[in-house]
């Protein structure tokens, strides 16, 4: 079977790190893929958003299945692109058509549907430029601290949560009057801030049956302790200490199900992965979004967790049949710590040569931001740059062993965080 991935980063490598262990994969692509990729399969220098050189490539190499890993294209409609052309509708794409990746491409939509549903989450509202005085109005009501969502994608950026009533009222402005976030921000969710743990559930469906894959926390703040600036994430663990039996049950009766159910109510057909981004308040699962796609870091964790094929899982997404396939999960701790580029998440150190990763020894090293230059040497392109991902017995042991193994490494301006997990210890 020939499978082709879509996208670069960390995610990607993952995908193709546990793709490339199946006896069913004859041949991996990785579009367009990165520095670490091309040790799992061929990349292919293809731009995500390129449906047509994608159509092209899938068919001249025979590509049975197109595994999307970021949002973008998905939201951009890749899956509808293969399922209107003739000569590629027979190909499966794993991810959701257009209509289903706006539970990740638009926070009002995602907001309007869990309210239909009755999927517990914060209680919110969505305001226009044309609607700025209410929205102002409604900041002053709601709480403090506020939550403000632009409602379109913004790489993770268009989340902000302020401490003040004049601070959320300022920003607002900024947002809807002088487009903060651009075209994302021209609609802007206020949304009240729920207090708690914060971690990630992560569904794989055919549409009607669905498997839970492994719960993860990532950490998304640059400093140690949880301080500075956001990110697109520092770290991650797996499984998620107090994401126990009982609480897992609790997301599955409370939101996995509604959701399922309610994307077949709408007739919204969804094929591919859900991440489920949730509060723990007091025992209780909230949501505070859906994205369409896996995680990242937390696929780093997560694949490393997974014992099952990961052919045989997509190929029951594909056919329909995703019940009738086992799915066997490591009872192993697993720890991605995220080497980033000095001034990240800020403007940030490109080009730097990466040395070191041949001496990391209990860890996987999954390639985010990173290419070549003219003499071949790794270098770094991107702010996130490595994800170091170990599985061990516990939870103190991969903290200590991804630690050490990302201190390996070293390139110009190198940074990692040195507390990943250890507020769950």
């Not at 794993?94 to 209509?99: C, H, M, R, S, T």
Request: aromatic share 8%; charged share 20%; hydrophobic share 40%.
């Amino acid at each position: 079977m020939n499978i082709l991935i879509i996208g670069s980063g960390g995610r990607e490598s993952a995908f193709a790190w546990k793709l490339s262990q199946s006896q069913q994969c004859s041949q991996i692509f990785i579009a367009p893929g990165n520095a670490g990729t091309g040790q799992y399969g061929t990349n292919v220098n293809i731009a995500v958003t390129d449906f047509e050189g994608i159509k092209q490539f899938a068919l001249a190499n025979a590509v049975d299945m197109v595994l999307v890993g970021p949002e973008e294209p998905l939201v951009k409609g890749i899956h509808d692109f293969f399922l209107a052309d003739e000569q590629v509708k027979h190909i499966p794409v794993i991810g959701p058509q257009a209509e289903g990746a706006q539970l990740e491409g638009s926070k009002d939509f995602s907001k309007q549907f869990m309210s239909r549903h009755n999927i517990p989450a914060a209680a919110s509202q969505t305001f226009t430029q044309e609607t700025l005085q209410e929205g102002l109005a409604f900041v002053a009501t709601i709480g403090l601290p506020v939550v403000l969502k632009a409602d379109g994608l913004a790489a993770g950026k268009g989340v902000l949560i302020c401490t003040t009533v004049e601070e959320a009222q300022l920003e607002l402005v900024e947002m809807l009057s002088n487009a903060k976030f651009g075209a994302a921000s021209s609609k802007v969710v206020v949304e009240q801030f729920l207090r708690g743990i914060e971690l990630s559930v992560f569904v794989l469906t055919d549409g009607d049956n669905y498997k839970i894959l492994p719960s993860a926390k990532d950490y998304k703040r640059i400093g140690e302790g949880d301080t500075g600036l956001n990110t697109g994430g520092m770290g991650s663990i797996s499984p998620v200490p107090f994401a126990d039996e009982t609480f897992i049950k609790k997301v599955e009766d409370r939101v996995i199900i509604p959701t399922i159910e309610g994307l077949k109510k709408d007739g919204i057909p969804y094929k591919g992965f859900i991440f489920i981004g949730l509060m723990n308040c007091d025992g209780d699962p909230y949501m505070i979004e859906y994205n369409c796609r896996m995680g990242d870091p937390e696929t780093e964790s997560v694949m490393l967790r997974i014992e099952t094929d990961l052919v045989e899982l997509l190929q029951g997404v594909a056919d329909g049949n995703l019940n009738e396939k086992e799915l066997s999960i490591s009872d192993k701790v697993a720890v991605t710590v995220v080497c980033v580029a000095g001034g990240y998440p800020g403007e940030y150190l490109k080009n730097k040569v990466i040395s070191g990763i041949e001496n990391v020894r209990g860890s996987q090293v999954f390639h985010a931001g990173t290419s070549f230059n003219a003499d071949g040497e790794v270098i770094t392109t991107g702010g996130r740059v490595l994800a170091i991902t170990t599985l061990q017995d516990n939870l103190f042991n991969a903290l200590q062993q991804a630690t050490a193994d990302a201190s390996r490494i070293y390139y110009d301006g190198v940074y990692f965080r040195k507390d990943i997990g250890f507020d769950l210890i």
